[in-house]
């Protein structure tokens, strides 16, 4: 009877226990705009300003503090934004006696944590950090909580609640992007597009600037004075890299391509929609701005996607008018194209005769030998040769998948039947030569084999060699 009676006032002390602990419990609001959604402490003063793209809330208790505040995502890791505000926080009037870094995790996203204690005119405090990258919005996100000792488990729990109870809700337009194909015909005619214009501002991109504002504030509180801490992150636009890439989209669209703006992690680049249907992201800082504006890269996944520089230029709040190609860059040369080439039904004989006369009557005072003197030293050669007879020749290269790669060779267009072309073998070695080098026979041989009647087609030397400089001999026919 006493164990049912100990254990009958149990059940009693319990169930009375519960409407104390319920009364003691802290109840929260829901704030739900600019794309964010969270709860916060009820009866704590909330106030907010900015905008999805970068603004912040400032939540304030009797003598705490939690601001959140978010900006496009900088490409700064979290880890580093919190070693730099460490750095920050230490100086000669403030001392940090302690401090510690880990990692959390906030809407399944991987963040930074930072605890702080310090001293400042010898008052103590401690400040909590957490900042992450969203991939759902393309934004960084700083949490931070200062108060003073008389708030601190209370403003604790409601920091880690604000936290776990954090969504980001903004919905931005996504577009998958592939990884950075091979030097395929698509390729490689887009990449000699890129590098037939040059930027007029020639200079690579700089790092992009983070500049940290921390605040020490001796607020009155009670008779005393509480420390309190305000941080302040702001990040310079991309104005550059969003300049570029309007004018490389309106270039591209010139030239037949569909292209869309997309940013993350603080790149802006240009996708443009390839053969297969998928979406290839190019770089507007290539390693030569001054020989082209582009470069195809390797940087698969997702990105916030925009029709024009405009909706860019509005969703990242940047003061950037709309420029024109031609105030952005400037082209060099032609593009090559790929081409397919028709044989000529017939041919005249005397013509044929006279062309087998001009690849004849010279000879090559070098060995054909790979990597350094090869078919490109050639076939530029013949180019060169042919152009000064008058002949309208032309230079075709191969590509990844064609059966002659790598190769180059010459085309030459045959008068008496229109956009019909000869080709022209210019790597012809004697077969018994032997040794690294082997002896060249002739400047050229005509060939109606199929597989030279396809490829990229250059114009002359000098554009050949301005697309390709590290292959490009710059020949210009004597006058």
Known sequence: MKAKAELAALCILVALSIPVLLSCAQEYERFSDMG??????????????????????????????????????????PEEILDRIRRACESEEVAVTAWKQEVVEVQGERAAALELTYIFRGYGAQMKFVAWNSSLSDRLFLASLSGCEEETAKASRSFEHLLSSFNDTRELEMLSLGTKPGD?????????????????????????????????????????????????????????????????QKMLAQEGYRAMLVQRSGTVQVAVLDTEGTWQPISVNPSTPERAVGVLVDDGGEAAMYNSLKDLAEDNQLQIG????????????????????????????????????????????RSYQENVFDCSNTSQIVWSVLDGKGYQARLMMSYIGHPLDPHLWVAVLYPRQKESYVAVETANTDKAS??????????????????????????????????????GMWLVPAD
Request: proline letters at 6%; charged letters at 25%; glycine letters at 6%.
């Open 36 to 77: 964010v959604c969270a709860d916060y402490p009820a009866g704590w003063k909330l106030s907010s300003w900015g905008s999805s793209a970068a603004g912040g809330l400032s939540i304030s208790g009797d003598c705490s503090e939690i601001l959140l505040n978010w900006s496009r995502d900088p490409g700064t890791p």
């Open 184 to 248: 395929d015909a698509w390729a490689t005619v887009l990449r000699d597009l890129l590098c037939s214009y040059h930027y007029l501002d020639a200079r690579t991109l700089p790092p992009r600037k983070i500049s940290l504002e921390i605040l020490h504030i001796l607020q009155p509180f009670e008779g005393s004075y509480i420390l309190q801490t305000r941080d302040s992150l702001h990040f310079d636009p991309p104005l550059t890299a969003a300049r570029r890439a309007g004018a490389l």
């Open 322 to 365: 709309l420029a024109g190609v031609e105030e952005v860059m400037q082209k060099d040369c032609q593009p090559s194209r790929y081409v397919v080439l028709r044989h000529p039904s017939e041919i005249d004989t005397i013509w044929l005769q006279d062309l087998n006369k001009t690849l004849e009557e010279s000879e090559f005072t």
């Open 434 to 471: 032997t040794g690294p080098g082997k002896r060249l026979v002739r400047l050229g041989r005509v060939t109606a084999e199929d597989e030279y009647y396809s490829g990229i087609m250059y114009n002359s030397s000098l554009q050949y060699s301005r697309l390709h400089p590290e292959e």
